[in-house]
């Protein structure tokens, strides 16, 4: 090939400025340009002789001038630096701004500078860190946790709420640990699960995503966290590691659980209103007994339901859904019935009563008409309500315990010591026992707490004129303990269990059952 020798003559340096891709030029002390290579031109779309016309800061975007302006400054210092680089905005012919990176040298006075239009570049860093910050917020501000394993299945990441829901106070004290080992080790009923089964460390070595709809993760303080997670392979440096997202699925395993009693209590109010009308109700009795002498003094009424074949089905079964669907009136009514024909034999008897009878002029009204018809004597029953039904509206609970007591039954407060503020209404109701409720009798003999709390019942009980029934004796231990604190009468299954009517004697000072 035939050389040209006119494209190679002249001063080689001149050649080199003019064919320069990059902008080249100089600049005067003053701030106008003197000499510009054609990039400029190319770039920018003014002639050359436009741009040195203007002062150069007049090109500049009006963001950006001020800190052109000092930067230019600093290279006509004495001692300042020999070369500067910085980036700035710069006016084109058609109105818009391209971004110029700047590497500029003082000589004598005069300004020399290599110049890049980096416009494509900076618009795809914006854009990078545009991305980075949008997802940067998502990770942070989303409800659901997210962590990054790596190829070793060691935590790179985790984002606030992740921290926060598996209830540690930094990422400090995940990271670098394993999510295995540290959150998944066991299943949710409390056997260890290797990690060999574990869904969350396979995605590593199988590169298959994973989701699951629900499982258990542990947090820090051991408790359950109820989880649906997801999770996918990822290519990190060293190898594939695996993201994951999961959420506390609490508030839908309660939701669920609800709509499952929902469907069961439609079905239990229809057992209910024909165990009413078939008469399928049957009364059990426990026997309460005399902690000085150890006879059985009155025997808590305690109702079961009957199914059409027989069987026989506890209350905590039957009564949430009567109560829901209103028929728990009927059944306090036919209760209240079968206890005072009960009393005419001469048993003494303890009443459970709803919280929604209390305060009830008509179930007030049953119970005198009642008493009336039958003729029984008032001061064999014993009208239980518990602590919580009288605090829901405790001027209703003194009317409805002042008119039993005109009637001539007693009045026992169930459950004492499981609602707040006891002590406030103990002067206010007349009370004449006080039933220490079963979680603070059950484990008393092992429970120094326990013992402390059913002493001060007992004491306060005392200094006010009532007398105390400890529920839930299944022990001697308990028993001596009891007797002990001063406790007036206990019944529980050391005591004797709850038996159907029929088998109870009438009398008054039956042993105590085995």
Request: net charge negative.
């Amino acid at each position: 090939m035939a050389h040209n020798p006119e494209a190679f003559s002249g001063d080689p340096v001149e050649r080199l400025f003019e064919l320069s891709l990059d902008m080249l030029g100089t600049a005067s002390s003053d701030g106008y340009f003197s000499r510009l290579n054609p990039a400029w031109e190319r770039t920018l779309g003014w002639t050359n002789e436009q741009l040195m016309a203007e002062p150069v800061i007049s090109f500049v975007h009006p963001d950006d001038i001020e800190a052109t302006t000092a930067l230019a400054a600093t290279l006509a210092q004495p001692g300042g630096p020999s070369v500067i680089e910085f980036e700035n905005r710069y006016r084109t012919s058609g109105g818009d701004y391209r971004w110029i990176q700047w590497s500029t040298v003082a000589d004598r006075g005069v300004l020399h500078f290599v110049a890049k239009d980096i416009t494509e570049r900076r618009a795809a860093e914006i854009l990078r860190d545009q991305t980075a910050s949008l997802m940067g917020a998502i990770i942070e501000s989303v409800a659901d946790g997210l962590y990054v394993a790596d190829s070793n299945g060691i935590l790179t990441f985790i984002n606030p709420a992740g921290v926060r829901l598996l209830g540690y106070e930094s990422d400090d004290e995940l990271l670098g640990h394993g999510p295995h080992a540290t959150f998944h080790h066991c299943r949710w009923e409390g056997t260890r699960q290797g990690i060999g089964d574990c869904p969350l460390s396979t995605v590593r070595t199988s590169g298959r995503s994973a989701h699951v709809d629900e499982d258990i993760f542990w947090r820090k303080d051991g408790s359950e966290l109820p989880v649906a997670y997801s999770s996918a392979a990822i290519d990190l440096d060293g190898g594939t590691g695996s993201v994951v997202a999961f959420h506390d699925i609490t508030a839908l395993q309660t939701e669920r659980e609800r709509l499952r009693a929902l469907v069961g209590d439609a079905a239990w109010f229809e057992e209910v209103r024909g165990a009413l009308a078939g008469d399928r109700f049957v009364l059990y009795g426990q026997p309460i007994v005399d902690m000085e002498t150890g006879a059985i003094v009155k025997h808590e009424l305690l109702l079961r339901m009957l199914s059409p074949t027989g069987e026989v089905i506890a209350p905590g079964l039957f009564l949430p859904a009567a109560e829901k669907y209103g028929l728990i009136d009927d059944i306090d009514r036919w209760v209240i019935t079968q206890a005072v024909e009960m009393a005419t034999t001469g048993r003494h008897l303890s009443v459970n009563l709803s919280a929604d009878s209390v305060g009830r002029a008509e179930i007030l009204l049953h119970i005198e008409q009642e008493l009336t018809r039958t003729g029984a004597d008032p001061e064999l029953l014993t009208f239980e309500v518990t602590e919580t039904a009288v605090m829901e509206d405790l001027q209703d609970g003194r009317r409805f315990a002042d008119r039993l007591v005109d009637l001539g039954c007693s009045f026992s407060l169930d459950d004492f010591g499981t609602g707040y503020g006891s002590l406030t209404y103990l002067r206010q109701l007349p009370i004449d026992y006080l039933k220490i409720d079963t979680q603070f009798v059950r484990q008393m003999a092992r429970s120094e707490p326990d013992q402390k709390l059913v002493k001060t019942i007992v004491t306060i009980a005392q200094d006010l004129g009532k007398r105390t029934v400890a529920e839930g004796v299944e022990d001697e231990e308990t028993m001596g303990m009891l007797r002990e604190f001063g406790v007036d009468f206990a019944q529980g299954y050391h005591l004797g269990r709850p038996m159907p009517l029929p088998v109870l004697n009438a009398g008054p000072t039956l042993t105590k059952c085995a």
